[in-house]
């Protein structure tokens, strides 16, 4: 598969099988999978287990499916249509405890959304994140509270045919992934 990660290290399969589709099957996702994958996003860690994320979902062919497709940019919006769902991802910004700032509430929504797209690829589904939205409209549509900032959203889907995409997608749906080597995010390590 084109889009294997070809690694150095014999890292997690999981991991090297993981990547960002655009075209997704007509096959749909099940209210008790998209849970499933929340659930798992729950168990990563968290800054004083506060756990800031906050997920909302819509399955396709849902108003919230299209209310959260239209808040989307206007270059994640073709191949979006056909995902099965859409996650939207946002953060607490401010501990519950004391009211005081998160520092780390975007780090853990992060770690927590890692968990989910790697839940997602354990079952044969496939998480794109993304960060190509309007803000303002999404903040105004889910009527997020002050305290709570938007993080991502996120398409779900089976893998489909990637002949379905119009370009730039198609060829980005079949191009091999890269990555910086690793000594280029090790810069001051001796070993290299
Ligand atoms: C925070 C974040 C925002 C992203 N925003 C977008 C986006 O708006 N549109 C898009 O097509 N991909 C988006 N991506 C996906 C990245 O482009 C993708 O992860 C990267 O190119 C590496 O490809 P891979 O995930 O297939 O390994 C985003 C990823 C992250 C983590």
Not at 15 to 44: C, G, H, M, P, V
Not at 101 to 112: I, L, Q, V
Not at 155 to 174: H, M, N, Y
Request: charged letters at 20%.
């Amino acid at each position: 598969m084109v889009k294997t990660a070809q690694t150095r290290l014999p890292v997690l399969d999981l991991i090297r099988n993981r990547w960002s589709a655009r075209a997704f099957s007509e096959k749909n996702i099940t209210d008790e999978q998209i849970l499933t994958l929340i659930e798992a996003a729950s168990w990563a860690p968290s800054a004083n287990n506060e756990q800031p994320w906050r997920y909302r979902y819509a399955l396709k062919e849902s108003p919230g499916f299209q209310h959260m497709w239209e808040c989307l940019l206007p270059g994640n919006q073709p191949w979006t249509r056909k995902a099965a769902a859409l996650v939207l991802c946002t953060a607490k910004k401010n501990y519950t405890r004391n009211g005081q700032p998160n520092y780390y509430a975007m780090h853990d929504a992060g770690m927590a959304n890692a968990f989910l797209i790697l839940q997602a690829t354990e079952m044969g589904i496939y998480g794109h994140i993304m960060a190509g939205f309007n803000k303002e409209k999404l903040q105004e549509t889910f009527q997020l509270a002050e305290d709570e900032t938007p993080v991502c959203l996120i398409a779900l889907g089976f893998l489909g045919d990637p002949e379905q995409l119009d370009e730039p997608f198609k060829t980005r749906e079949t191009t091999p992934r890269t990555r910086m080597a690793i000594e280029a995010i090790i810069p001051d390590s001796p070993q290299f």
